[in-house]
């Protein structure tokens, strides 16, 4: 049997057999349970004028990962549709080709993620009228830059040994001048001429009009890959540096600083365990606001609960829910930015006894031998009497016991017998009798 979900998420399924003449338990006959749906492979797509070996460079760096998947186009048509694409990298264009600006700005108005790498054959000019927040002085030529990465540098991870391994890194060809950069962009290189540091941008990110964009200002970089392959034998150095650009730009907003985590299904007698983590805006765990989530079950009763802090983390511990299918809403906030995420999953019952309507006599064997007990069948009840009958732990025992107290301990005894003499005297009195 081959199914084919129709939506993302968590898929909820119930088999079920038909009941044959005469069954009596029929709990053992249907079975639910859930799948959790993703997404296909992220698509990458390249936009070029035609094969270049930056693009190839790239395109093995990302080759390694299962979840992305690219294509090249080289054909530019303004029915491309840039939402079928998860980014998309744009190598050298718009070109003095009218149409290829066109392309871009179409790109740009899709909000789609896109890496810009410009070169010798990018319109400069072009490139300054779409206002993507990098854009050029003058140019007066090309010329030979290296990269300085910025230790300030905080959208992701970049410690001091890989930093280190890239400060000698061959040259990029880059446009000659001034590049003023939006401030929504963060700087991960500076351009090095002629071994002086320089303000130039080369190499930065950030999101504008919440499009995440990235530039590079210089092509060469299958240059990167062959030097670091000649150093250390492995091209994973260059590989890696790759990777987490188009990690960070293919990530969906809401996935860079608030993650939950969870499973898509708990047994009912299953306590339900949620984690989360919260990143600033320097990508470094951060867990002094609160956050508070609020579950929602399939019958309209909801729970709200808190999250407890865990090191530089959250955790909560809802105990055991009630069967059935559930949505959560997670929230918090940092500074100015606000977070949410959302899923779901569901609580299965237990169906252990109607699945299994049989006694499971080797199961009850080994508990009563590794208890120091016996195995008996329903036909052997006789043999389990004599057995107990016979059982030195279970021989009839009588005892007696005799206690003795003083009268002057009872405490009543002694308020009766004093009350007793009180009322004989008071009589003798009244009557005359001494």
Known sequence: MNLKPTDEGIVNYTVRLEPISGEQNLANNSYDFSVNVIAEKQRILFLARGPHPDLSAISQALEGINKYETKLITSFSNEL?????????VHQLPHVDPQTTDLVDKLLQSRRPVLFVVGKETSISGFNGLKTGFQFQPVKGFEQVSAFIQESFSLFRFDATEMKRFQDLPPLLAPFGDIDLDSSLELFANQVIQSVETKRPLIAFGRIDGQKRGFIAGEGLWRWRIHNYLNDRSHAAFDD????????????PDEDNFNIYWKTNYA?????????ELFNESFELDNSPEVDIEFIHENGQTYQAVFDKTNDKYQLNMGRLPDGNYAFIAHSKLAESEFTESGNFSVSKIQIEGIETEANFQ?????????GGEFFLAEAVDELIQQLKQHPNLQA?????????ELLTMKWFFFILLFLLALEWFLRKFWGIY
């Open 81 to 89: 549709d840039f939402s079928a694409y998860d980014l998309v990298i």
């Open 397 to 405: 025992k009588q005892t007696e016991q005799q206690i003795y107290r």
């Open 268 to 276: 009912e007698d299953e306590p339900v365990i949620i984690q989360a």
């Open 363 to 371: 199961l009850l064997s080994q508990m009563a031998r590794k208890t």
């Open 241 to 252: 540096l790759i990777q987490k650009f188009v990690n960070y730009l293919i990530l969906k």
